[in-house]
């Protein structure tokens, strides 16, 4: 490839990833107006702060998960410009359209002598795996639906549905890949984890009914992939945020609920800007 062509592919890549930033800017503007501040003590503050710091080191799973895809597909990278790659086009998912950072990948990718057609189906299976991944948690979401349905079965079936999945991919796929779902797994439910602390702080006091992690775990990451799924919705903004209001009404109180929501918001655009900066401050590096 010429020094030409991998200029102009760090160039996209790096444009795609000032572009991610400019919309994450517009994105904390116009979601900090709608927060009744008045609410927050130092307590949460310092549990945003807290919790946007373990989501960005949590991003660090994704990108070791689509490490796996690229050795599925022949590719050997590093674990060090596979962080540094996907920490820097990641961002571009906040710009409408919600694909540019699989293109910012593609680009990075190129521009370090990777083959085009492996990457970008190692791009395609991200994006169904994480989603096959993600449809499962609705096993833990389902005594929402199902009045009846006991928690407790629900946490069985979904453990039970994570390791046939797992066993499944790793025969009739590549251990690659089954290692690559479980990466997933464990990210949803970290993130799960954290909306569930959210609600936890933001409601103390309140009078709703009792809150059961399991259920919010299953409703945060049912929300997260109708997000993921739903064409031009930047990082799922808004389809996310009214999933997780209809799922979980009743359960949280209308207030708390909502301030928990953008609070969640706040503390995964922060924590992709913690990812960005640990994949900048890694360095240049070959694949």
Partial sequence: MSPILKRCLHGCGTALAVA????????????????????????????????????????????????????????????????????????????????????????????????????????????GLIAFTGALFGVLALPLLLAEFPTVAGLTLFVATIGGATALLWRFCSRPVAYAFDWYAVFLTISGLLFVILVELVSRGGQQQEIVPLLVIGAYVLAWLAGLVTPGAPAGMGVRELMLLILLNGMVGETDLLLAVLLGRLV????????????????????
Avoid: C
């Fill in 20 to 127: 991610g930033i400019g919309f994450v800017g517009l994105r904390l503007s116009n979601q900090a107006a709608e927060i009744d501040f008045t609410r927050l003590d130092w307590v949460i503050w310092l549990a945003v702060i807290g919790l946007a710091l373990v989501y960005g080191s949590a991003n660090l799973l994704l990108a070791m998960a689509w490490r796996n895809l690229l050795d599925h597909f022949g590719i050997r990278a590093s674990l060090h410009w596979t962080v540094r790659a996907y920490g820097i086009s990641q961002i571009a998912k906040y710009v409408p359209g919600n694909l540019f950072h699989l293109a910012g990948r593609q680009a990075l990718g190129l521009a370090a002598g990777l083959p085009g057609w492996p990457l970008a189906k190692s791009s395609a299976w991200e994006l």
């Fill in 268 to 287: 995964t655009v922060i924590g992709d800007m913690v990812f960005l900066g640990i994949a900048l401050a890694l360095g240049q590096e070959a694949a």
